[in-house]
Structure formats: C-alpha cells, structure tokens
C-alpha cells in the first residue's frame, strides 16, 4: 500500500517523521464554483532526520489532475491516484508546480473547498487540505504560504486568505485579483480563503506594544447589525492574552468570517478565522443570553488558538488535545474572568457559576464518552478516522487536565510553565509531552506519574472513608482510587494511580470553615481549601487539632474530573447546600441530593411503585429558591434538576420513561409545593428596560424563565400560561420570548392550548428572514414535551416536511434531528422503536451528504448496551441496518465500535 492510502487503523506508535519537507507554498486560484483551477508551487527537501525515500507521496483527494512541472519543466514522472499524487525519482531539493482542479459547488462534506450561499470558503483541518491541492496534508510539514486569488468582481468582490494583503488590482473580463501573504510557517490545516460578497465592520486598536491592529467581522450584508458583540469579543480576548499570559497578536490584520454552512463551531486558521454563524451573529432580537456568552467563548477559543495552536501546533494528530485541551481551559478562563470583571480572584461566585456550566457539560457528556465503546484517552492511541476524535474527551477532559496543573502549582505556576512551553517550542509542531515537561521543569517538579492522564481513559472514581478520633481531636482521610467497572475500549488503557489534586475543606457546626493543619505540619494555615495530592491506589491524609466533628467537603471547585463516592446523609447534604464557602461544592450539594432522590424514584417508577418526595428536597430548594444573598445566576444553576440523560446514565440499566416520570414528577411537586415563591420570584427578577446581555441581567433573566418554566409544570398551568403569553409579547430580546414559548408548549402538553400554536405561528413570522432563529423554532418543538396522543416523533417527521427544512445546512439538521434524537430522551427512545428507525433512516441520508455530520449523529446510540433489554434489543437492529449501508470512513467508525 502506499503511504498516502489511509490504512483501516492508524496507531500513534507508528509515527514516522515525513520524508520530506515543504519550506514554502505559493497558491494560485481561479475561482469558479464548478471548476477552481489551483496551481501550487512548492519548495520542496529532503527531511535528514527521516529515511530516504525514492519518491514523493502527496495527499489528494476530489482533485482532478492536470499537470506537473520540477523546477519549471513539465515533469512525466507523476501518478495520481484515489488518495493522492505519487512523483517518482525527485531530486534532494526541488521546486514542484501542481496543477488541479476541483469542484466546490458538488462539495457538500464541508470539508475542503465550498460554495455557500454563493460565496467561497474552505475548512482544512483535519485532513482538508488534500482536497484543495496534492500536499503532506499532516500537522508537522510547516511552510509559509503566498495566495493568489482571482475571481469575478461582482460576484466575489471580496477576496481573503490568511496573513497580510500584498496588492489586489483588476484583471481582464471583469477579474479582479488579491495576493495575500502569512508571514508565518504553518501547517496546510490552518489554510483558508473566502471569496464572495460579504461587508465587514472594521476596529483599529493597539495592541501591547503599541502596534496598530485592523480587525474585520465579516458577514453577508444583511448581517451587519449583528456583529458587534463578536467584535467586542475579540477586542476582549486580544486584551485578556495579553494580560493573563503575555501573549500579544502577531499579525497586522486579524479577520473572522461568517458562515452558515459549518460542520462545526468555527476553526482558527491563521489570521483568518472562520466561524458558524452561529457564534458570530447577535442581537437583542434575535440571540439569547447563553448566545452571547457561548459567542464570546467561541471567538476567545478561536484567538487563543493564535498561540496555543498555530505559533506552537501539534506533532501529529494524536497530540490534538495539545492545542484543544489548554484552548479550551483558557476560554473558560477568559469567560469566568469576563463574567467576574477582570483577572482578580475576587468575584468568587461568578466564577463558580461559570465552573458549574462546565463541569455540568463534562459529566453529562465526557463521563458518558468515556463509558461507552469510544471511551480513549486525552491522547488517543489510535483512530480510523480523526474527525471523529474531536470529542468531549479531547477538548472538555484535555482541558481538566490542564486545569489540573494550574491547581497544583497556582496560577503563577501555570505562567511558569507556559512561558517556559512557548520559549522551548515557538514555532514548532510538538506533543503533550513537551507541554507536560515545561510545566514540570518550570515548577521544579517530576511529572511523571502525570502521563497517565493522559494515556488512560474512563473516569476515575474516588471512595472517601473518613474517621473522627475525638479523644485526639484527629480527623483522617482515607482515599481510595480506581475505575469502576469501566467499559472496555477503557480498560484496557488502564495501568495505575494517578496524581489527583484532590482539593478538601472542613466544615463546623457553625457552617464555618475549619482551620486545617496536616499531621507534622507546625501550624494551622491560612487557607481552608487544602489541595491534597493524592497519588497511590489508597493514601490517608490526617488532620490534627479538630476541635468538633467536621463534615467534610470533598473535591472543592471540582478539582479533578473524576467521580466521588461518600455516603453523606441527605440531612449533610442540605447542611452542606446551605452553608459551604465553596459555591461549586453548595451546587454539587443540591445536585446531589436530587439525584439520589431522583434515582429512587426512578427506580419505583420502573417497577411501577407509588412515587413520594422526600420533604428535605422540598425545604432545601425552597430555601434556596428564597435566598436572596444568592446571586440568581447560581440559584438557577442550583434549582435546575440534573437532566434525563445524566440520570438515566447513573441507572443499573437505563430506563428514560422511567426517569423521565420522575423528573417530571419532582418538577410538579416544586412546582406546586413552592406555588407562591415561584410566582414571587417571577416577578422580583424582571429586568425592564434595554436589554443587557450582562451576567447579572442574564442571570435575573434564567432565574425569572426557570420560575416560569416550573410553573408550566402545574396540573393547572393557568398562571403560566397567563404570564407566558404577557411575556411572549412584550419580550424585547430573544431569551425571553424563547423562554416564553418553551413554557407555553410545556404547558400544552398537559392541558392542550391555542397558545402555544398561536406563539409558533407568530415566531415564525417574525422570524422567518433569520435563519438561526428559525433553527431556534425547530429545536423549541423537536424538544418539547410529548403526549400519548401526540408523540413528538409525528411532529418532527411533519417538520422535516417543511420547505425551511434541509439536510444540507448541518444547523438545521442539528436544530431538527441532533435536538429529537440526542435532547429529548423521553420521545427519542419511545418504546415502539419508532425513534431508533427515524434516527437509523437519518444517519444514512446524511452519510451520503456529509460524513462528518452524519457521524456525529451516529453517537447518539452508542450507550445501547447501558439501556433496558427491550430498547437494547431494537437500538443494536437500528445499529445494525447503518452499519450495513453507511459507506464513509466516519460513519463506519462509529457504528462498528458501538457493534463490537
Ligand atoms: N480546531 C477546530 C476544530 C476542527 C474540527 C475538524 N473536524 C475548531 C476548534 O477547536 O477551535
Ligand atoms: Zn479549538
């Protein structure tokens, strides 16, 4: 076979340096939907530190061949083949000219080079590159890059690639050309160019050091009063950089572009960023709270990657948590650092608020992941196709791993290690390896042990045993480690203890925090979190001078992403709730006396038991509710019952009619049993006025929905539907006029209700111009609530009849089909398989248009083998018939582990 035919299994043990290298690129383009023709010149050597090789192999894919040429002679040598270019008996250093052509318009992966709404855009990584133009597609072949991009002018008066613009001039019939310069050596995957008719709103600021920067947001005309937040965003995120790690813009210019065709959120090419409409595009009218907030999140991911990603990029694609795993803990740190109004360690509780959102996301998906047949490590060993590795593993776990450096060594630690990872390997394609060795030689540390978060999977699970000596006023600690009964695809990567930063606190009668002195430490220290570094199987950690019995709180702001086991009493848990100083661990509290009770219940409603609510859980969320020291934006998070997904995975066999009865049957005993303090909370949360999209207006807003969405609940919902409808129609922003609708198709569920339909009717006019609000309209009703009369499936097969509704634009594929089949577990696993088929009938029509969303959509059965026997049974025949007729690489992938 040869090296460029993509083997059944590719293994990290196999690395090889490539062959060859490639120092520069010079790219020309003749932009023409059906036929670009691209010429790309490349200086070509032989690499001395790999084997030599008689001959060159490029990856191509989707290109049609025209010519070649070595240092500018038409040169014969040359085969193309199904996976790329073979180019026999090449001298040691060469110029090579490849000429092909592909077809952008017929491109409907998404990968590569496309046409959306009539304009031109690429996404490279992870392996897109090849289908622009024959290359070492692979993150280790740095070059620099000179485009040249010449279309008509007006059709695509605008032309951009990555880096800075040399000259742009008129052509002939109408052509126009840009020629573009990237200053820096980069690999083919943060390649970009747009082309098309797109208006930019444009900033100068200075950066650091005084330079001028030019910053562009560039959307389709009428998108222009949409764009300010992403601009104020970057601004942002260019500032924070600077400030928390002394990393400044390197370019003159720096661009995003948005796109409404996008497989995922955005990417990060250099200089270039290309983003999902859906992480750019924002106003009042037409974007929630969490849109601003998940805007500002995606555009500080996607700059930060300018340093943690493309100055020093990654080895090979097994070392991809490298750059997503640290890119994502510094966007949640620049998001809790914004909502907390600067880098000060102050404003304890938003932070927390923010840290609860991304532990939530962590445990009900990566914990998931990890328990299923693609469980893999932060660095995978091995993978068939990579774009399914851009997983909660990867990114949200890689980014607890970081995280957990910054927890042992405090955040000047952290910078410690960062500056010295940037001195050791700017502009080098490295592994987790030398990230994990700079933070261990900049705090004098041997991190070795440390290399297992990185090669094992599955999620630690921690048991404490605790034991109070009165006599000797001594307090121990016995922790123990281990997995569980991990699935297999984890087991087999486990090979012992880790180092777990286990952060512990102890707590009085009083609800104080006790003083904390280790067994032979001279005195008690100021601090009362203590960060433990647990690292054997099972360690014992003694504290003396413990003048009562403390009730301990265990693994404070989630200090490791791992699964704690103690028995605390329901009455500790509601202590704990309403007293720790820690306000991740108050929230990890109620959450986990719901759960607890919630699974109970669960449990009754399987085996058809009477169902009854413990008073605790009423009092504690009643008093939590009534709390008004509490900012509302964590007493939203704190009343929020964990979802159907995360309990219905905590159940020996997973049932999701039975946790969906129980939840709801909690949910209406709140609603009911806390009538009075809902409707009051209602209305002391208004916000009226301008809207702000501040974390204190968001969080008056959630806390006022939540009220409302409970009320929704209520045998009789005729308050709720009174408010809702009040509320639908005077909302001067999105999140309350969505938030308003929800609450009104919840209410129809039990009661049936004109309106609600009115509601939908009206978005929909109102809406019908904004295609992601329209998104926002069909995911409100492929979640909703169904009724036996009424199932949801029957509704979401009308929907996919609508003339608004295409497969081909993955945002509303995903706001229809991901929302029923991943978001609504109650209806998607209906018990007459019905969901199973629509979702086995879906996975297949998308595989024929686009892998990458079709594989996505694949995941959503691969816990079968946790669920009930009867579903079990008709989600393996459902597995079955895709994996029988799925064709690509991703799709097979996924289906075959899940089958195995
Ligand atoms: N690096 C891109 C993800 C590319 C996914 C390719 N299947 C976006 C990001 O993580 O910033
Ligand atoms: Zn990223």
């Known amino acids: 076979m040869a090296d460029t035919e993509t083997p059944q299994v590719i293994r990290r043990a196999d690395y090889a340096p490539p062959a060859f290298l490639i120092d520069t690129v010079a790219l020309e383009f003749d932009l023409v939907p059906e036929r670009t023709v691209v010429r790309n010149t490349m200086r070509i050597r032989r690499n001395p530190d790999a084997v030599r090789a008689t001959h060159l192999e490029l990856m191509g894919e989707a290109l049609q061949f025209v010519e070649a040429s070595i240092d500018g002679k038409p040169y014969a040598n040359v085969h193309a083949h199904e996976h790329g270019l073979t180019v026999d008996n090449v001298p040691d250093s060469f110029e090579l000219t490849l000429t092909g052509i592909c077809n952008a318009a017929a491109n409907t992966t998404l990968s590569g080079l496309y046409v959306s709404s009539g304009n031109f855009f690429t996404q490279c990584e992870a392996e897109g590159f090849r289908r622009i133009t024959w290359f070492l597609d692979r993150p280790d072949v740095m070059a620099t890059y000179t485009v040249t991009l010449r279309a008509d002018k007006a059709a695509y008066p605008v032309l951009l690639s990555n880096g800075n613009l040399l000259e742009q001039g008129d052509l002939p019939d109408g052509r126009h050309f840009a020629r573009w310069e990237d200053p820096f050596r980069k690999p083919s995957y943060l390649f970009a160019l747009v082309a098309g008719k797109l208006v930019a709103l444009e900033e100068r600021v200075k950066s650091g050091s005084g330079k001028e920067k030019l910053l562009q947001v560039w959307v389709e005309p009428h998108d222009l009063d949409k764009t300010r937040h992403a601009m104020d965003s970057l601004i942002h995120s260019i500032r924070w950089d600077e400030e928390r790690f002394g990393l400044e813009l390197d370019l003159d210019r720096f661009m995003i572009v948005a796109v409404s065709d996008f497989n995922m959120g955005a990417m990060e090419n250099k200089g270039l960023n290309i983003f999902n409409t859906k992480y750019v595009l924002a106003n009042p009218e037409t974007a929630t709270d969490t849109d601003f907030s998940n805007i500002e999140a995606v555009v500080g991911h996607e700059y930060f990657h300018n340093w943690t990603g493309n100055r020093v990029t990654c080895r090979d694609w097994f070392q991809l948590s490298l750059k997503e795993g640290l890119t994502v803990f510094r966007d949640q740190e620049f998001s809790a650092d914004m909502a907390s109004g600067g880098s000060t360690v102050e404003n304890q509780a938003a932070r927390a608020t923010k840290r609860i959102e991304d532990v939530r996301v962590l445990r009900q998906m990566q914990f998931a992941e990890d328990a299923g047949p693609m469980a893999h490590p932060v660095r995978p060993e091995s993978y068939v196709e990579i774009n399914n590795f851009y997983t909660m593993t990867v990114y949200e776990k890689g980014s607890e791993v970081v995280r957990m450096y910054q927890t042992l060594f405090g955040r000047e630690g952290f910078r410690r290690g960062m500056d010295l990872y940037f001195k050791r390997h700017d502009g080098q394609a490295v592994t987790c390896d030398d990230f994990r060795h700079a933070m261990a030689d900049a705090n004098g540390r041997d991190l070795a042990q440390y290399e297992r978060w990185y090669s094992q999977a599955g999620t630690p699970r921690i048991t404490v045993d605790t034991h109070y000596d009165a006599s000797q006023k001594r307090y121990t600690l016995t922790l123990t480690q281990g997995y569980g009964d991990a699935a297999s695809a984890a087991r087999e ?41 647990f690292t054997g199987k099972e360690q014992s950690f003694t504290f003396v001078d413990v003048a009562e019995k403390p009730l301990p709180s265990l693994l404070r702001n989630f200090s490791a992403p791992v699964v704690v086991e103690y028995d605390y009493t329901a009455d500790e848990l509601a202590f704990l709730l309403a007293h720790d100083s820690d306000p991740f661990n108050r929230w990890e509290a109620g959450q986990r006396l719901a759960t607890r009770e919630l699974l ?83 209305e002391r949360h208004q916000t009226p006025g301008a809207y702000e999209p501040t974390p204190e207006a968001g969080g008056h807003r959630a806390l006022k929905n939540l009220a409302l969405a409970y009320l929704a609940e209520l045998d009789d919902p005729a308050d709720a539907v009174r408010l809702a409808k009040a509320q639908y129609d005077a909302a001067n922003n999105m999140t309350d006029r969505a ?121 959503a059965l691969e816990l079968w083998r946790r669920f009930t026997p009867a579903l079990r049974d008709q989600m393996r025949a459902a597995l079955e018939k895709v994996a029988a007729q799925a064709k690509s690489r991703d799709v097979r992938e996924i289906v075959e582990k899940a089958l195995a």
């Open 493 to 533: 990567t486990q090979k012992g203890p880790l180092l777990i930063p286990f952060a512990i606190g102890l707590i009085g009668e009083d609800g104080n925090d006790m003083p904390l002195r280790l067994e032979g430490e001279a005195s008690a220290s100021p601090q009362t979190t203590r960060v433990l570094e």
């Open 600 to 682: 109970t219940l669960a449990e009754h409603a399987a085996t058809g038991n009477a169902l009854e609510l413990d008073d605790t859980v009423v009092a504690a969320f009643g008093r939590v509710l009534n709390d008004e020291t509490l900012s509302p934006a964590f007493r939203e998070l704190a009343l929020m019952l964990p979802s159907e997904a995360y309990l219905a995975e905590q159940m020996d066999e997973s049932n999701p009619a039975a946790v969906h009865s129980a939840r709801q049957f909690v949910r209406k005993r709140l609603a009911s049993a806390l009538k009075g303090d809902w409707l009051a909370v209602y």
């Open 739 to 859: 938030a308003a609708l929800s609450a009104l198709l919840t209410a129809a569920a039990s009661k049936g209700g004109a309106e609600a339909a009115d509601a939908l009717g009206d978005f929909y006019r109102r809406f019908e111009n904004e295609p992601l609000v329209i998104d926002k309209w069909f995911a409100l009703q492929a979640m909703q609530r169904g009724t036996k009369a009424r199932p949801v499936i029957e509704i979401v097969r009308k929907l996919m009849a609508h003339p608004a509704f295409t497969l081909k634009n993955p945002n509303r594929a995903r706001s229809l089909i991901f929302s029923f089949c991943s978001a609504n577990p109650a209806q998607f696993h209906a018990a007459d398989g019905s969901g199973y088929a629509f979702w086995a009938e879906q996975v297949i029509a998308l595989d024929a248009l686009n892998p990458q969303v079709a594989a996505r959509l694949a995941r």
